[in-house]
């Protein structure tokens, strides 16, 4: 099995810093949580800290500040839903990549609502569950393949709901942001929509970061929403 990013086309993009990805894996049963956390550290990963709980995944999360967190949904206390939902709220930096036994379309659904960035099945190989977290850390969402598309296809859905009477103004986004925009609407990742405008990957980022903050969003998940909901990933 292999995962993929919000496109049909793989993409090998790594995180542009030379200082390791600080991960920390949340998992109720030992051996898998040690397993995994063994995987990410021999693969140059930083797992800065771990835990088999959600009310101790809340905690450790805001003391160790992880920029990915590789979450289980099946957990004693908090479900995995509202884990994600509390960690992504006290740090939306924080980039949530789901990995669980569960492929169910619903659980899916509800991981992204809460904030999750990727959702990868825990039958996918190492390998993969490294290139997910490296792609998780660059901003990419990244699925296990089908689940890309039921997400969209959820996003296009609720596009398709009225729009509150009250909606706000939409902030004035440049041409080049709009650009980008459009592309990630379409689900490209980073590194393809860098090749598509000739731009480096370190501008592509920084279009698309310098966009969530005029929208006041806090993910790609939720741009590439607030995109379809406008009809961006149907022009051009």
């Not at 792609?135 to 089908?146: H, L």
């Amino acid at each position: 099995m292999t995962n993929q990013p919000m496109t049909d086309q793989p993409a090998t993009e790594q995180p542009t810093t030379d200082r390791p990805v600080r991960v920390m894996v949340v998992d109720d049963h030992p051996m898998w949580r040690d397993a995994v956390s063994r995987d990410l550290a021999e693969a140059g990963l930083d797992v800065v800290a771990t835990a088999g709980d959600g009310e101790e995944a809340v905690r450790r999360a805001r003391a160790c500040s992880p920029q990915v967190v590789v979450l289980d949904l099946n957990l004693p206390g908090l479900p995995g839903a509202e884990v994600c939902r509390q960690v992504v709220a006290q740090d939306p930096a924080v980039r949530v990549l789901v990995l669980s036994a569960s492929g169910e379309h619903q659980d899916v659904l509800e991981a992204v609502k809460s904030g999750a960035t990727g959702y990868l099945v825990k039958s996918a190989g190492r390998e993969e569950l490294l290139d997910a977290v490296r792609r998780t850390a660059v901003g990419d969402a990244v699925f296990t393949p089908g689940l890309a598309g039921l997400v969209l296809g959820e996003f296009r859905r609720l596009a398709a709901e009225p729009a509150p009477a009250s909606a706000p103004a939409v902030p004035q986004l440049t041409a080049r942001e709009t650009e980008v925009l459009r592309l990630v609407a379409k689900g490209l990742s980073y590194r393809q929509i860098a090749d598509r405008l000739v731009l480096s990957h370190r501008t592509v980022q920084n279009h698309v970061q310098n966009t969530l903050g005029k929208l006041q969003l806090h993910n790609r998940v939720e741009l590439v929403r607030y995109a379809i909901e406008r009809g961006l990933d149907e022009e051009l």
